[in-house]
Structures are given as structure tokens and as C-alpha cells.
């Protein structure tokens, strides 16, 4: 199965090639641009929010924890074992994934 990142790499060989062989420059950029926003659609798609369950801290793995050094795009399962939550210091243990019904749909994430 391959991942996200390896067909953005795919991809990227194809436009690159393209690029060098004078086809229409323009049209190529447009579609690696589409590619991305698709691979970045689908991240999306696949990341879940995690609820605190002793204070309700909501973890947003597309905002991560940047005042805890955790990046923006940070998957709840890539956190370090060590991370806490940043309310009530928590454990990973303590937390659980926010349902899809309870989560909003209507997020934009771009």
C-alpha cells in the first residue's frame, strides 16, 4: 500500500520530468498543485481528534501542540510516549478519539 507521501514523491518525479521535456509548464504546475491539495485532503480525512478524559483538552493532530514543540500535522499515535496534556498533564492513556458525529465537518483545513 502506498502511503501519501510516497505518491506526492511519484508525482513530484512526474512533474519534474515533464518539466525538463518543455511541455506546458503551466498545466503541469496546476496539476502537481492539485495532487497535493488531494494528498493533503486525505490526511486530513484520516486524522482523528482525541479528547482528554479527565479535563477535555481536545487534541487537533492538524494544529498539534506548538507551545509543547509538537508540530501542526502531528498524528495522536506519533506523539513521544512522554507527551501530557498541556491543561492537566495528563497521559496519552487518558485520552480518547473524538466520534465522527461529535467531531465538526465543517473545519477547513488548506
Not at 28 to 51: A, D, F, P, R, S
Request: aromatic share 10%.
Amino acid at each position: 500500500m502506498k502511503t501519501h507521501i510516497n505518491i506526492y514523491l511519484e508525482t513530484k518525479k512526474i512533474v519534474e520530468k515533464y518539466i525538463q521535456t518543455n511541455v506546458d509548464k503551466a498545466c503541469v504546475v496546476l496539476y502537481y498543485k492539485y495532487i497535493q491539495n488531494k494528498i493533503q485532503e486525505e490526511i486530513h480525512l484520516t486524522m482523528k481528534k482525541y479528547t482528554c478524559e479527565l479535563c477535555g483538552y481536545e487534541y487537533d493532530p492538524r494544529v498539534g501542540d506548538p507551545d509543547n514543540g509538537i508540530e501542526e500535522g502531528t498524528d495522536f499515535e506519533d506523539l513521544p510516549a512522554d507527551w501530557t496534556c498541556p491543561l492537566c498533564g495528563a497521559g496519552k492513556d487518558d485520552f480518547e478519539v473524538v466520534s465522527d458525529a461529535s467531531s465538526s465537518e465543517d473545519d477547513d483545513w488548506a
